[in-house]
C-alpha cells in the first residue's frame, strides 16, 4: 500500500512538473487569437463576455480623473496610461521593469484572457493540429482553466489606490463565460 502511494505521488509530482515546463515555453498571443474560436453562440460567446467587461476596459480606465488622483496618490511621475506602477495591472503582462508587454498585447486591450489563462502559444498551436485531424491532441493540455484567488489578488489587493475589497466568488461571477456546449 505505501509503495503504491509513493509511486502515485511521484508520477503526479513527474505530470506537474512536466506540464509546468510546458507552460513556461508558452507565449503570449494576444486577444484576437482568442477570439477566432472562442466567440461561438453555441459555445457561450466567451470573447464578447470578455470585450464588455471591465478587465477589457482596464487600460481606459487610465485615462480618467480618478486614475490621474489615484497615479498622484502613489507618487507615481508619469500619467497613470504610462505609468508602469499602473500598467502592470491594467495591461495584460506587462513587465514592469522592461516597461512593456510582449508585442502581441495589445495594451488599448486591457487585461485580456490570457491574464487568467496563461500565454497561449501552445494552446493555439494545438487547435491548429486539432482541426487538421490529429484528435489525440487534448485541447486544455496547454492552457489554464481560470484564474484562482492567489493570481487575482495580485492586483486586486491593498496595494491599489482604488481598492474597496475583493470578494472573489462575486467576482468570479461577474466574468464567468462557461460554454454551455461542455459539461461542468
Known amino acids: 500500500m505505501k509503495k503504491t502511494l509513493v509511486v502515485t505521488i511521484m508520477v503526479c509530482a513527474a505530470l506537474a512538473f512536466a506540464g509546468a515546463a510546458h507552460a513556461q515555453d508558452a507565449t503570449y498571443v494576444g486577444n484576437k487569437q482568442c477570439k477566432i474560436c472562442h466567440n ?6 466567451a470573447w464578447n463576455k470578455w470585450k464588455a467587461s471591465k478587465h477589457a476596459k482596464a487600460f481606459e480606465t487610465l485615462a480618467a480623473p480618478e486614475a490621474k488622483a489615484a497615479a498622484d496618490k502613489m507618487k507615481v511621475d508619469k500619467p497613470a496610461g504610462e505609468a508602469p506602477e ?24 486591457g487585461v485580456q484572457c490570457e491574464s487568467c489563462h496563461g500565454p497561449a ?4 498551436a494545438d487547435a491548429k493540429k486539432f482541426k487538421s485531424g490529429d484528435k489525440t491532441i487534448v485541447m486544455s493540455a496547454h492552457i489554464k482553466r481560470g484564474a484562482d484567488e492567489a493570481l487575482c489578488k495580485t492586483c486586486h489587493n491593498e496595494g491599489s489606490p482604488t481598492w474597496k475589497g475583493f470578494d472573489f466568488k462575486a467576482a468570479s461571477a461577474t466574468i464567468a463565460h462557461l ?3 461542455k459539461k461542468k
Do not use: M, Q
Not at 461561438?40 to 460567446?45: L, M, R, V
Not at 491594467?90 to 498585447?105: L, N, Q, R, S, W
Open 40 to 45: 461561438k453562440a453555441d459555445e457561450g460567446e
Open 86 to 109: 499602473c500598467l502592470k495591472c491594467h495591461v495584460t503582462a506587462f513587465d514592469e521593469k522592461a516597461g512593456a508587454a510582449p508585442a502581441t498585447i495589445a495594451k488599448e486591450d
Open 121 to 124: 502559444s501552445l494552446h493555439v
Open 179 to 181: 460554454n454551455p456546449a
